[in-house]
């Protein structure tokens, strides 16, 4: 009788510590498989060096729309894309700022990418040397973007002479103006990507 029992329990001990294991293994698996998600880490995308920005309109914060073209007659620009609430974007401010002033007189536009509201909130909060719009979702589809910030350097018939995605710092700063100041810039610059802690990820 007393060996009869050891062996029903000793089977109850067996299956246990079988579904203990095999739960186990499974959680070990899940783990894996979601530390393989996080730390499968993508490149942002955006438009690249060499392709073109095509010609887009733009609504002020104030609500008047107004079309960005280029041609020969029009000069580089600057396009940075702007989510209100990315800390990089906010960060880049500084740099932006310094880079605006010395642009004399050529165009640099802030593409707000969560609004016309967060546009004008913007606008009240920072005193930024250049105009913040927005545009319309389709013509955001072109820009290709993942993630914010990005900053454009983009000639005049539309060719993106420099795009950097992540928070901007004074080097590329001073590779814009080097661009800016060339009358033909033969090698375009393809920055390094960024640390991935330095953007952040657009739902586009």
């Known amino acids: 009788m007393v060996n009869r029992n050891l062996g029903f329990y000793l089977k109850i001990l067996v299956t246990y510590a079988s579904a203990v294991t095999i739960l186990n293994l499974a959680l070990v698996w899940k783990v894996d498989a979601l530390n393989s998600q996080l730390f499968t880490l993508k490149a942002p995308k955006g438009l690249e060096v060499g392709q073109r920005c095509p010609p887009f309109l733009a609504f002020s ?7 960005v073209r280029f041609g020969e007659t029009e000069p580089r620009r600057i396009v940075v894309l702007i989510r209100s ?8 401010f500084p740099f932006w700022e310094q880079l605006a002033k010395k642009l004399d007189g ?3 536009i802030g593409i707000v990418t969560d609004g016309v509201g967060k546009a ?3 606008a009240r909060k920072y005193s930024l040397p250049f105009p913040l719009a927005t545009v319309s979702e ?3 589809s072109q820009f290709k973007i993942s993630a914010v910030p990005q900053t454009l350097l983009i000639e005049s018939d539309g060719a993106v002479l420099h ?4 928070l901007v710092d004074s080097g590329v700063i001073s590779e814009i ?3 800016l100041n060339d009358p033909s810039p033969v090698n375009a610059s ?4 960024p640390p991935y802690t330095a953007f952040e990820e657009e739902g586009f």
């Open 163 to 166: 795009a950097h995605i992540g």
């Open 120 to 122: 004008r909130e913007m």
């Open 61 to 67: 914060t104030s609500g008047e729309s107004f079309q």
């Open 85 to 92: 609430s990315c800390p990089f974007s906010r960060e880049s």
């Open 106 to 108: 050529r165009p640099m």
């Open 177 to 179: 103006e080097r661009l």
């Open 138 to 140: 389709q013509a955001l």
């Open 190 to 193: 393809v920055p390094v990507p």
